[in-house]
């Protein structure tokens, strides 16, 4: 940071030099995280982020690989729900903000999965996702355009392991008159980032929520935000990381 924006920052957020009156978010649709009608635990962390210093957070929905493009083509602000590095040509937070926590789902007859043995198994996960880049021993793996055809991919043998977070998991399962067929297995967690455009507004916006983010997590003043949704609170040990996610 540079000695201008670290004054900046001392004299509060609303000062810095740059900063837009408004950030257009993108998101895909995550039951209870980013929903249509704008509730939800990622649109409440990233009002309560953003709004108290001065900058409107106007949201849009649309599937996560055209997010992501609409960020690197400069036609929106940030997207919500990166792994760090995902893609290039964008920017990445200092701070994640949430965490996800990641499972398997197969068939409750296979053997069990771990990190270990994911070589071993054909692999399927929502296309855009890019797991292979963050779990080790990836091999074979297919991305899936849409989660409602997850359970007879499996039950017909066409790949072994779905891999995604835990609410989209419920979801799936919840399509099954018999879940107990499939077995849920934890994988690890993965931190949540904002990666926004590389244009100046992006660059502008991105220091000022890692600013946000420091002083927000210092303060504690996000922890009611998760409690209210009932969502494991991912800063507990260090400031830095841990807890659980729920989107992405």
């Known amino acids: 940071m540079t000695t201008v924006w670290a004054s900046a920052a001392a004299a509060g957020p609303a000062s810095l030099p740059g900063k837009p009156s ?3 978010l993108v998101s895909e649709h995550w039951i209870g995280y980013t929903e249509t009608d704008g509730t939800g635990l990622g649109w ?4 309560e982020i953003f709004e ?3 900058v409107k957070v106007e949201q849009r929905i649309e599937p996560y690989t055209r997010a992501v493009g609409l960020v690197q083509r400069g036609e929106a602000d940030a997207w ?3 792994y760090k590095d995902e893609v290039g040509g964008t920017l990445y937070s200092k701070w994640h903000y949430d965490n996800d ?3 398997t789902l197969s068939l409750a007859s296979n053997p ?3 990190l270990q043995t994911l070589g071993k198994h054909r692999l399927a996960w929502a ?12 091999m074979h793996f297919n991305e899936v355009a849409r989660r409602d055809h997850i359970l007879p991919m499996l039950e017909y043998g066409r790949a072994d392991l779905y891999i995604d977070a835990k609410p989209e998991m419920d979801f799936i399962l919840a399509q099954s008159n018999d879940p107990q067929r499939y077995r849920l297995t934890y994988l690890t967690v993965i931190p949540l980032y904002l990666s926004f455009a590389d244009t100046p507004r992006g660059h502008a916006l991105r220091d000022l929520f890692d600013v946000r983010m420091g002083d927000l997590v210092g303060s504690g003043k996000l922890r009611p935000i998760f409690a209210r949704w009932k969502h494991p609170y991912p ?9 659980t996610g729920a989107a992405h």
């Open 22 to 24: 408004d950030i257009l």
């Open 44 to 47: 409440d962390l990233m009002r």
């Open 52 to 54: 108290p210093a001065g």
């Open 80 to 82: 919500i729900a990166a």
């Open 101 to 103: 926590e990641i499972y």
């Open 112 to 114: 069990l999965p771990s």
């Open 127 to 138: 296309r855009g996702y890019e797991f292979q880049h963050y779990l080790p021993n990836v």
């Open 235 to 243: 800063f507990d040990t260090d400031g830095r990381q841990s807890g």
